[in-house]
C-alpha cells in the first residue's frame, strides 16, 4: 500500500506562485511513477506533470511548460509542484498519484489509469 498526502494549495492572483507538496510512504516500487493531476469544475481531470523515481527528464503538459516544475526529495519521500505564472484556467483540485511503471512508461504514455493511489486533494484558486 502506498499512502499520499497533499499540502500547499490555497488561493492566488494570476502571476502568482505556488507550491504543492505530496508526502508518500508505503511500498516504494508501488511508487516508482509519481505524477500530479488536475480537475477543474466540469472538465475531465488531466495530468499536469509526471517524475520518475530513478531519475530522468519529467514530463509536464503543453499548458503548463515553462511555468510548473516537478521535482522529488528522495529521503523525504516527497514529490512538490512548483507553480509559477500562474492563470486563471490553472484554478483546479490537485492531486497527486503513485504507480507501479517504468520509466518510458512513466514519461512517455502514463494514462491516469496507470496510477493506482491517489492523494485527497488540493484545492488551487487563481483569481484575474
Known amino acids: 500500500q502506498v499512502q499520499l498526502v497533499e499540502s500547499g494549495g490555497g488561493s492566488v492572483q494570476a502571476g502568482g506562485s505556488l507550491r504543492l507538496s505530496c508526502a508518500a510512504s508505503g511500498y516504494t516500487n508501488g511508487r516508482q511513477c509519481m505524477g500530479w493531476f488536475r480537475q477543474a469544475p466540469g472538465k475531465e481531470r488531466e495530468g499536469v506533470a509526471r517524475i520518475y523515481r530513478d531519475g530522468g527528464s519529467p514530463y509536464y503538459a503543453d499548458s503548463v511548460k515553462g511555468r510548473f516544475t516537478i521535482f522529488q526529495d528522495i529521503a523525504k519521500n516527497t514529490v512538490d509542484l512548483q507553480m509559477n505564472s500562474l492563470r486563471p484556467e490553472d484554478t483546479a483540485m490537485y492531486y497527486c498519484?503513485?504507480?507501479?511503471?517504468?520509466?518510458?512508461?512513466?514519461?512517455?504514455?502514463?494514462?491516469?489509469?496507470?496510477?493506482?493511489?491517489w492523494g485527497q486533494g488540493t484545492q488551487v484558486t487563481v483569481s484575474s
Open positions: 498519484a503513485a504507480g507501479q511503471r517504468g520509466y518510458a512508461s512513466c514519461i512517455y504514455s502514463a494514462i491516469e489509469a496507470d496510477f493506482r493511489y
